[in-house]
């Protein structure tokens, strides 16, 4: 069963950066496209950014349109580690960040994620 274990959240001031990382284990990491979601208190999650399997292909990152230009989804499949490098941070970025895998390859509904993290919280405030 594949274990995920997000980290990197914390307090930061509007307009700093976070790099939010997520450990997975349990299965073969490169077999899975992965991506970051978020939930902030009263709404709903929705997806943030995702990263399919093969990584150097075009078109193989997809980003929320309220962070493009300033958060970076990567993976290292040597390390088994997913990233979320965060700047320019804004207080409507505050939320509990998830990292969550998918077998389905281009995955691009929340419902295409079945294994997921506890969650980091990222709160952006002066």
């Known amino acids: 069963q594949l274990q995920l274990v997000e980290s990197g959240g914390g307090l930061v001031q509007p307009g700093g950066s976070l790099r939010l990382s997520c450990a997975v284990s349990?299965?073969?990491?490169?077999?899975?496209?992965m991506g970051w979601f978020r939930q902030a208190p009263g709404k709903e999650r929705e997806l943030v950014a995702t990263?399919?399997?093969?990584?150097?292909?075009?078109?193989?990152?997809y980003y929320l349109d309220s962070v493009k230009g300033r958060f970076t989804i990567s993976r290292d499949n040597a390390k088994n580690t997913l990233y979320l490098q965060m700047n320019s941070l804004k207080s409507e970025d505050t939320a509990v960040y998830y990292c969550?895998?998918?077998?389905?390859?281009?995955?691009?509904?929340?419902?295409?994620?079945?294994?997921w993290g506890q969650g980091t919280q990222v709160t952006v405030s002066s």
């Open positions: 969550a895998a998918a077998q389905k390859m281009g995955a691009a509904d929340i419902t295409d994620f079945r294994s």
């Open positions: 349990g299965g073969t990491f490169s077999s899975y496209d």
């Open positions: 990263i399919n399997r093969v990584s150097w292909l075009a078109g193989a990152r």
